[in-house]
């Protein structure tokens, strides 16, 4: 069912060569960009009335109205599953722990007598926040969008997801994003909820509409459409990432479980059709029993045909054998997954040595699906490679860093010198003269001051 990818024997690859070997989804964001763009700019000179007509067309359904009214979010709430809402609520109460731990203090560093620079943290004003809703519902993608968001500072926060067909006559939810959607932002006290989905929605978000107000930053997960949406505004708004199809690697020697093992390939195939699952392992063993794991439990799931099996069939899922543990190093940073595994012996101190990866889970205790909801970390995490460079949604995602330079007049006049001379390197002659203003005689209103240092060229 799963293909094999044989890197024993040979030296490994450096850089490029070795990612090129490795298992990847197609995720063509460009192409999808031409098409979201006619999409997006309907939004931008139609408003509301654009969006309305989206969701008939994409959605199925036609809205009276985009905001989600106040009612409909304390009724979700007050119908949610008492035992969904106990989750929920642990899953808010642990992220908080974690989120807020991040929060930065402003600094400030003495450079000189009588110079300053302070750092000041300063929140994001509104960010508009996206939570998927096409194959599944995810109120933990409402959880781990509005948490961070919450514990920066943010004072505005609005948040768009895709609206439902009605399940039968009269639903009264038909039109309105998920039930337990709503419930998730009710029990966050999030009131400014919207029924728009894909590109349609980053849109409504970047230039706003006659309900919906401009926002500074849009985060969340999402399908192509929203990934290209993204790029499109990158710019214009601050984004975290264009999120691609979710990922799972799972670096593991003899001392792993098949049964863990094959569990969490299928847990994160389950999420769509490209979903990857990669396991690196030196232990052909393991690979075998894995193989032979994987037909009963699939067997015994859900989402078998339209999910499960095009995923762990597809290019983007592999085993990847390599020589040890050293070499399965080498291709598990090289391939930058969004959840990365360790089953091995003295999986701590292995997982230590990762570079790349979104977030790391340790040992068998620690299964991506706990991180998924109620680990305490976040689970918008880079894809597609990208956690070479980029990080998952935190409370920094949210701020920005101001620095503040205040300088005494002596503190300036101490090293006036120094900013005329690179001035001057740079053949940018005014800067310099910006400082020599400060001290010449027609600005001192007396003699020329010496203190400066510098010695007036010509003369």
């Given at each position: 069912?799963?293909?094999?990818?044989?890197?024993?024997?040979?030296?490994?690859?450096?850089?490029?060569?070795?990612?090129d070997l490795l298992p990847r989804a197609e995720f063509d964001v460009e192409a999808a960009l031409e098409k979201v763009r006619?999409?997006?700019?309907?939004?931008?000179?139609?408003?509301?009335?654009?969006?309305?007509?989206?969701?008939?067309?994409?959605?199925?359904?036609?809205l009276t109205q985009v905001r989600v009214p106040a009612a409909a979010l304390a009724e979700a709430l007050e119908q949610l599953d008492p035992q969904v809402r106990d989750a929920l609520e642990e899953s808010v109460r642990r992220a908080r722990t974690v989120h807020?731990?991040?929060?930065?203090?402003?600094?400030?560093?003495?450079?000189?007598?009588?110079?300053?620079?302070t750092e000041k943290w300063v929140p994001v004003q509104r960010v508009g926040l996206y939570a998927p809703g096409g194959r599944s519902v995810y109120p933990s993608s409402v959880v781990m969008n509005v948490v961070p968001a919450q514990e920066a500072g943010v004072e505005s926060i609005a948040l768009a997801s895709p609206p439902q067909k009605p399940r039968f006559e009269g639903d009264a939810a038909g039109g309105l994003p998920h039930p337990t959607i709503l419930a998730a932002?009710?029990?966050?006290?999030?009131?400014?909820?919207?029924?728009?989905?894909?590109a349609q929605a980053v849109a409504m978000f970047a230039y706003g509409t006659e309900s919906c107000a401009p926002a500074n930053m849009v985060t969340g997960p999402g399908n192509v459409w929203v990934a290209a949406a993204?790029?499109?505004?990158?710019?214009?708004?601050?984004?975290?990432?264009?999120?691609?199809?979710?990922?799972?690697?799972?670096?593991?020697?003899?001392?792993?479980?098949?049964?863990?093992?094959?569990?969490?390939?299928?847990?994160?195939?389950e999420h769509d059709p490209?979903?990857?699952?990669?396991?690196?392992?030196?232990?052909?063993e393991l690979a075998d029993a894995v193989q032979r794991e994987l037909e009963p439990q699939i067997a015994a799931t859900k989402h078998v045909e339209d999910r499960i099996v095009p995923a762990l069939t597809g290019k983007q899922s592999a085993i990847v054998l390599v020589d040890g543990v050293d070499e399965g190093l080498r291709v598990v940073?090289?391939?930058?997954?969004?959840?990365?595994?360790?089953?091995t012996a003295d999986a701590s101190s292995v997982a230590n040595r990762v570079r790349n990866a979104g977030a790391i889970f340790v040992g068998p205790w620690a299964p991506v699906s706990l991180g998924d909801y109620c680990a305490g970390s976040n689970h918008v995490l880079p894809t597609g490679g990208c956690a070479c460079h980029s990080s998952g949604l935190s409370v920094q995602s949210f701020l920005r860093g101001i620095h503040i330079v205040d300088y005494t007049r002596d503190a300036l006049a101490e090293v006036a010198h120094h900013v005329v001379t690179l001035a001057e390197a740079e053949d940018l002659p005014a800067h310099g003269a910006a400082v020599k203003a400060r001290f010449d005689e027609s600005s001192a209103g007396g003699e020329q001051d010496e203190s400066v240092g510098w010695k007036v060229p010509g003369e």
């Open positions: 069912m799963i293909s094999r990818i044989d890197l024993r024997g040979d030296a490994l690859p450096e850089g490029a060569a070795l990612r006619p999409i997006c700019e309907a939004v931008h000179h139609r408003g509301d009335a654009a969006l309305i007509d989206y969701a008939e067309r994409f959605d199925g359904v036609r807020r731990a991040q929060r930065r203090k402003d600094h400030t560093t003495q450079v000189a007598p009588g110079g300053t620079v932002c009710a029990l966050l006290g999030v009131d400014e909820v919207y029924a728009a989905g894909g993204k790029r499109y505004f990158t710019g214009r708004i601050g984004i975290d990432t264009e999120a691609g199809p979710t990922e799972i690697a799972i670096l593991a020697d003899s001392t792993a479980d098949p049964v863990h093992v094959a569990a969490d390939l299928i847990s994160q195939a490209l979903a990857a699952a990669v396991l690196v392992t030196d232990s052909v940073d090289a391939y930058g997954a969004e959840h990365l595994e360790i089953q």
